[in-house]
């Protein structure tokens, strides 16, 4: 492991600790050259689908996609990071679980909508909003509805 501070690659140790879930090794080191201490995170790398997208293209999953949407989504909203990183392990487990080489985009677009009412409804409703694609107003409130209405809110606008 390189050395963020001064490149060298020599570096021990200090500290090892499991997340909750025992999926990610987070390490403390120390480097022999300079003493500086800096954390590095371990995460089992398995073999995800590969997205088959709207237009037919095929791209390979990326982590940091769904969870800069979902950072969009929650930005000024009270949701720490830790559940974003969840809400993101989650989608990955379903991917997991999934069992194919490929898998079209849209059905983990329908997961992550299926999902986030429960992280947050407003940001359910912003990253509907560019999902979805609402073309006016009119589509948008049918939206809200739909989200009131599954939750048992009588106050639904309309």
């Not at 570096?11 to 997340?19: E, K």
């Not at 974003?84 to 490929?102: S, V, Y």
């Not at 990253?127 to 948008?140: L, M, P, T």
């Amino acid at each position: 492991m390189k050395c963020p501070y001064c490149d060298h690659l020599d570096n021990r140790v200090i500290d090892s600790r499991l997340n909750k879930d025992a999926t990610i090794t987070r390490r403390r080191r120390e480097c022999l050259a300079c003493d500086q201490r800096f954390t590095t995170y371990e995460r089992l790398e398995v073999m995800l689908p590969v997205l088959i997208k709207k237009d037919g293209r095929r791209e390979p999953w990326e982590r940091r996609k769904l969870v800069a949407g979902l950072e969009k989504a929650c930005e000024k909203r009270s949701v720490s990071r830790d559940r974003i990183d969840e809400f993101a392990d989650n989608i990955e487990h379903k991917l997991q679980d999934f069992g194919a080489k490929e898998i079209p985009s849209k059905v983990v677009g329908q997961w992550v909508m299926e999902d986030l009412p429960l992280l947050d409804e407003v940001a359910y409703v912003r990253f509907a909003s560019v999902y979805r694609q609402f073309k006016d107003v009119n589509e948008f409130m049918a939206e809200l509805k739909a989200l009131l209405a599954a939750r048992g809110d009588e106050d639904a606008p309309g």
